[in-house]
């Protein structure tokens, strides 16, 4: 099972930008869809943006032309670049990764929204 680590969370205003990072371990990372998810408090968690099998990127329409997903096979890592951020956004992010029916995610980093 491959093991994910986040990184990149934080506190930042309205209209700022942030990167998150996810650092997979083991082998076929390339063979993976990897994305990420969000969960707010008290609400279910949520698909942000991730690669298919296929390897296009997908987005929740909530984060359409603000967020963009993208990965390094080669540094086994996968990115959400985060811009235009607003309080709504604020939540614990996961990473995950997906390969022949087993899911397997991250501890989460946190990210707020806030003035």
């Known amino acids: 099972q491959v093991q994910l680590v986040e990184s990149g969370g934080g506190l930042v205003q309205p209209g700022g930008s942030l990167r998150l990072s996810c650092a997979a371990s083991?082998?076929?990372?390339?063979?993976?869809?990897m994305g990420w998810s969000r969960q707010a408090p008290g609400k279910q968690r949520e698909l942000v943006a991730g690669?298919?099998?296929?390897?296009?990127?997908n987005y929740a329409d909530s984060v359409k032309g603000r967020f963009t997903v993208s990965r390094d096979n080669a540094k086994n890592t996968v990115y959400l670049e985060m811009n235009s951020l607003k309080p709504e956004d604020t939540a614990v992010y996961y990473c995950?990764?997906?390969?022949?029916?087993?899911?397997?995610w991250g501890q989460g980093t946190q990210v707020t929204v806030s003035s």
């Open positions: 083991g082998s076929e990372f390339s063979s993976y869809d």
């Open positions: 690669f298919s099998s296929g390897g296009n990127a």
């Open positions: 995950y990764a997906y390969l022949f029916g087993k899911m397997s």
